[in-house]
C-alpha cells in the first residue's frame, strides 16, 4: 500500500509478509531507504516527512519504505531494532549504511546522496540500453567513460567484457573481467570469463573445419552430432547467428543428444552475448518454443 497516496508513488508502506520483495528485492534495482518508525514516537513525527521530501524531490532515485514497528514486529526483531526511527540504506540486497534518531534535515539529504547512484552507475545503465537496442559502439562508449570514472566498475566491466569477447578482443576482455571489482565477481561474470577464456585458446581454423562438417549435414540433415559441432565452430569465429541457427536446429531434431548438448551450448553463447542482446533475445524465444512445443 502507498504510505502516501498516487501523489507520492515512491513512499511505501512495508509490512512483515512485503518486507522481502518490496525492500530486498527491489533494492537490486532501486536503492531502499527504510524508515522504522510508530505512531507514539515524537521524533520520527520529525523525521519522517523530511525522508518523504526527499523521496519526491528525487522523483525514483530511491524507494522510502515504511515500517511501523508496532504492527511489524518480526521486521523489527530481524532488523535488530532497539530505538526508533532508525533508517537504513539498503542496496542489492543488503544493509550498506544507517542511522539512529531523527537527524537534521542536511544530514539526512547527504545520507540519501551517498546511497544514490553516481555518474559512473548511469554511464553504466545507460551502456546496458544501448546494448539492448543493437548500438555497440555507443554502449561500448558509455561502458569506458564509466571505467575511466570508477575502475574495476561491476556493472561497466561486465558489459564492456562483452562487447570485446563478442568482438573477439578477447585477451583484454578476459584481463577487464579479472581486474574487475569484487562486485564483479558474481556467477554471470565467472560464466562469461569461462567462455572468453574457451574462445582465448580454441582459435579454431573455420576454413579448414566448416567445410567437411557442412557436407556432413548435407548428406545427412539429422547428423545432430555434426550440427553441435559445427554450432561451437562457428561461436568460437564470433559467427553467432549461424551458430545459434545450428544449435537450435539439433535442438529440434534431439533435444536430449549428448546430455543436452546443444541446448547447453546455446546457453554459453547467451551468457555470452548478455540474455538482453537482440541476438540472444531471439533465439531465447526460439529455444523455449522448441522445448516446449
Known amino acids: 500500500m502507498l504510505a ?5 508513488p515512491f513512499v511505501i508502506d512495508v509490512t512483515d509478509q512485503t518486507f522481502e520483495a518490496e525492500v530486498l528485492e527491489r533494492s537490486k534495482t532501486t536503492p531502499v531507504v527504510v524508515d522504522f518508525w510508530a505512531p507514539w514516537c515524537g521524533p520520527c513525527k520529525t523525521l519522517g516527512p523530511v525522508l518523504e521530501r526527499l523521496a519526491a524531490e528525487q522523483g525514483g532515485a530511491f524507494i ?28 542489492d ?22 546511497l544514490l547512484p553516481g555518474e559512473e552507475e548511469k554511464l553504466a545503465a545507460r551502456g546496458e540500453e544501448l546494448l539492448a537496442e543493437g548500438d555497440v559502439a555507443g554502449a561500448e562508449e558509455r561502458f569506458r567513460k564509466a571505467l575511466d570514472a570508477r575502475p574495476g566498475h561491476p556493472r561497466a566491466s561486465l558489459g564492456l567484457a562483452r562487447i570485446l569477447g563478442t568482438d573477439g578482443r578477447v585477451d583484454e576482455a578476459v584481463q577487464l573481467l579479472e581486474a574487475a571489482a569484487p562486485a564483479a565477481s ?20 573455420v576454413a579448414q573445419d566448416e567445410a ?15 550440427r553441435i559441432e559445427l554450432g561451437k565452430l562457428l561461436a568460437a569465429a564470433r559467427r553467432y547467428e549461424e551458430a545459434l541457427q545450428q544449435l537450435l ?5 534431439d533435444r536430449k543428444f549428448d546430455d543436452e548438448a ?24 526460439e529455444l523455449s518454443s522448441a522445448l516446449f512445443r
Open 4 to 8: 502516501g497516496g498516487p501523489s507520492r
Open 64 to 91: 522510502l519504505a515504511k515500517v511501523n514497528v508496532d504492527e511489524n514486529p518480526g521486521v523489527a526483531r530481524a532488523a535488530g531494532v532497539q530505538s526508533i526511527p532508525l533508517v537504513l540504506g539498503v542496496k
Open 93 to 114: 540486497g543488503q544493509v550498506v549504511s544507517e542511522f539512529v534518531g531523527a537527524q537534521p534535515a542536511n544530514v539526512v539529504q547527504q545520507f540519501v546522496a551517498r
Open 186 to 205: 558474481g556467477q554471470v561474470a565467472r560464466d562469461i570469463e569461462t567462455q572468453l577464456a574457451s574462445l582465448r585458446t580454441a582459435a579454431p581454423d
Open 212 to 226: 567437411p562438417l557442412r557436407e556432413r549435414i548435407a548428406r545427412d540433415p539429422a547428423d545432430v552430432a555434426a
Open 249 to 253: 536446429e539439433a535442438v529440434k531434431r
Open 262 to 285: 546443444a541446448r547447453k551450448a546455446m546457453l554459453d553463447v547467451f551468457t555470452l552475448l548478455g540474455r538482453d542482446h537482440p541476438l540472444a533475445s531471439r533465439y531465447q524465444r
